[in-house]
Structures are given as structure tokens and as C-alpha cells.
């Protein structure tokens, strides 16, 4: 069964600072793994996934996130917070093969001060 | 481009009665996922919709069944619903594929209370 680590319920940084949402997971195989975020009462938007090739994936609005498969780890990041940046960021994961269903983790709440 | 749409985006019902969810998948998509988020959680994986048929389910009852239309559009049904039912539910829609890459984008989603 696969599963999905947010270790932090909220995070708390001053605007202009880098931050950074940690995601940890387990899943058998290689996996494709996803970062979503979610503004109040909407859905998710999608930020970045990584499929294959360089653990430093690009994505949108500033983002980025490292793949560590020693660490089994895909945190996120940012080099400067804005107060716009605050919402809840969901990481996602799934084997590369078969399944196609994403595995969420419980959230990660970003607070943005100015 | 239109992205995912979901109707209606609020509803209340009682407990026992049934509800009927709707989706209409982002221009060119064609499979369709259904999560339930419940207060305070991440989504869960319900069902995935392809071909008219489910080819995938998460761990939930047989009260939560589904449909998909030759337009590639879908429905969520729950029957004899329960307190615990009250969640946002959201649809996703991706590409197909045996080896697909493809991301789920997801809907607005459609937050169901029970009482």
C-alpha cells in the first residue's frame, strides 16, 4: 500500500523568506509524485509532479520541489514567500505503473506574514 | 479552455436519503476520478471512471456508485446516506493510458452536508 507523509500541520513564515513544505512517501516501485494546493472552499490546483529525470522540478508560481529517493522524500519549496503563497498544500503519490489513483497526504497549512 | 466543472456546488440533505453528484471533465480528457475530502483531511480515492466504466475503486461502500456518459462526463451516487458522508467531494479528470504521466486536474468540488 502506498502512503504519504506531511510531518507539519502548518508552517509559519515571513514574507520574502524561502519556505519549505515537507512530504514524505512510500510506495512500491518508482513513484509519480504531485503537489497540489487548495485556497479556501475550492478544489485543488496543481503545482509540479515529478515523473523521471532531475530531482529539482520546476513548477508553477515559483515553485519547486526536490525528489530524494534515498530519503523517500519530495519537499517544497520556495526562495521567497509571498502573503499570497498561504493555503493548504497537499502532496500526492502513485506507483508508475497500474494503480492510477493518488494517494494524498493530510495537509500542510502555509501562513504567509507580511 | 474550460477546466473541470462540478453541480451543484453546495448541497443539504437528511440522513437516509440519496444524492446524485455531476462532473464534466477539462477539454480533451476523457478519465474521471472522484476523491472525498471530509473536513480537515487530505482526499480520498473513491472510484476512476473510463471507457463508460469504473476500472478502479477506493475503499468505500457499495452505497457510493458512479456512472460515465459517452460525453465523458460522470455522476456520483451515494444512497442511504450517513453523518459521515458530509465531506466536499471533487472530481478530477486526467488522459488515459497504461503507462500514463498524465496529472489529475481537479474540479471546484462540490460540498455535500448531511443532517
Known amino acids: 500500500a502506498q502512503s504519504v507523509a506531511q510531518p507539519e500541520d502548518q508552517v509559519n513564515v515571513a514574507e520574502g523568506n524561502p519556505l519549505t513544505v515537507k512530504c514524505t512517501y512510500s510506495?512500491?516501485?518508482?513513484?509519480?509524485l504531485f503537489w497540489y494546493v487548495q485556497y479556501p472552499n475550492r478544489g485543488l490546483q496543481f503545482l509540479l509532479k515529478y515523473i523521471t529525470g532531475d530531482n529539482l522540478v520546476k513548477g508553477s508560481y515559483g515553485f519547486e520541489a526536490e525528489f530524494n529517493k534515498s530519503q523517500t522524500s519530495f519537499h517544497l519549496k520556495k526562495p521567497s514567500a509571498l502573503v499570497s503563497d498561504s493555503a493548504l498544500y497537499f502532496c500526492a503519490v502513485r506507483p508508475n505503473t497500474g494503480r492510477r489513483a493518488l494517494t494524498f497526504g493530510s495537509g500542510t497549512r502555509l501562513q504567509v506574514q507580511p | 479552455d474550460a477546466g473541470v466543472t462540478q453541480s451543484p456546488t453546495h448541497l443539504i440533505k437528511t440522513r437516509g436519503q440519496q444524492v446524485t453528484l455531476r462532473c464534466s471533465p477539462k477539454?480533451?480528457?476523457?478519465?474521471v476520478s472522484w476523491y472525498q475530502q471530509a473536513l480537515g483531511q487530505g482526499p480520498q480515492f473513491i472510484f476512476q471512471y473510463y471507457e463508460e466504466e469504473e476500472r478502479q475503486r477506493g475503499n468505500f461502500p457499495d452505497r457510493f456508485s458512479g456512472h460515465q456518459f459517452p460525453n465523458y462526463s460522470s455522476e456520483l451516487n451515494v444512497n442511504a446516506l450517513l453523518l459521515g458522508d458530509s465531506a466536499l467531494y471533487l472530481c478530477?479528470?486526467?488522459?488515459?493510458?497504461?503507462?500514463?504521466?498524465?496529472?489529475?486536474?481537479f474540479g471546484p468540488g462540490t460540498r455535500l452536508t448531511v443532517l
Open positions: 478530477a479528470s486526467s488522459l488515459p493510458g497504461p503507462l500514463s504521466t498524465d496529472t489529475q486536474y
Open positions: 510506495v512500491s516501485g518508482n513513484p509519480y
Open positions: 477539454s480533451g480528457h476523457d478519465t
